[in-house]
């Protein structure tokens, strides 16, 4: 089974569309987040989402707007796409313990804007 | 900003030890250190993490020196499968990863 799931896998679309991106854990964790990896594949954290309510948003456009329906699900949701919004999407889900907490990353989904 | 400093690239001959070298002088008491590996074109894969004592799983083995300033991970007998770049990561709670640049590793038949 796969812990954390994401479609689509591609995306390709031109400028200014509006696009979503899903992402799905069976993991049972209270804890999911989005990372961009752009073209010099820095990977970067861009949103982290705890319990359906959102903990952390680095300075991201307010054109991305994520929305978690249950603690399962986290989406993003993109308006008005740009050139410099290709790059890689990954989900990440987590669970904190007494010990660390360990991420499980998606398979990312590869937008391209023309 | 990553907290750790790593270098660039390395090579390890395919079945030998890949000792991956990582320092962290400013790591905080309750910071742990992580490791992640990201395959060509697959998310970030965890592969161990440990606060101050050594520790291993099936994958790799985690030297962390007394004074927590410095760590190495190490992959016993390293395949080609094991060609990514490996991240070293400090951090505590339940709070994002901070990627740094890693380290390419690279395994050579």
């Known amino acids: 089974d796969t812990a954390v799931s994401q479609t689509p896998k591609y995306l390709v679309t031109q400028m200014g569309n509006d696009k979503s991106i899903k992402c799905e854990q069976n993991l049972g964790h209270d804890t999911m987040y989005w990372y961009k990896q752009d073209s010099k594949k820095f990977l970067k954290i861009m949103f982290s989402?705890?319990?359906?309510?959102?903990?952390i948003n680095e300075t991201v456009p307010n054109r991305f707007s994520p929305k978690s329906p249950d603690k399962a699900h986290l989406n993003l949701h993109i308006n008005s796409l740009e050139l410099g919004d290709s790059a890689v999407y990954f989900c990440?889900?987590?669970?904190?313990?007494?010990?660390?907490?360990?991420?499980?990353f998606g398979p990312g989904t590869r937008l391209l804007v023309l | 900003d990553a907290k750790t400093t790593q270098p660039t690239s390395m090579d390890c001959a395919e079945g030998r030890a890949a000792n991956l070298p990582c320092n962290h002088s400013?790591?905080?008491?309750?910071?742990?250190v992580y490791w992640y590996r990201q395959i060509h074109s697959q998310g970030p894969q965890y592969i161990i993490h440990?606060?101050?004592n050594n520790e291993t799983n099936e994958m790799a083995s985690l030297i962390i020196t007394e004074d927590r300033k410095s760590s190495t991970l190490i992959l016993p007998h390293a395949t080609l499968r094991d060609t990514a770049v490996y991240y070293c990561?400090?951090?505590?709670?339940?709070?994002?990863?901070?990627f740094g640049k890693g380290t390419r590793l690279s395994v050579i038949a």
């Open positions: 440990g606060l101050k």
């Open positions: 990561i400090v951090k505590s709670g339940n709070t994002p990863l901070v």
């Open positions: 990440a889900s987590s669970q904190a313990g007494v010990a660390g907490e360990t991420q499980y």
């Open positions: 400013t790591i905080s008491g309750n910071e742990y």
């Open positions: 989402y705890n319990n359906k309510e959102l903990i």
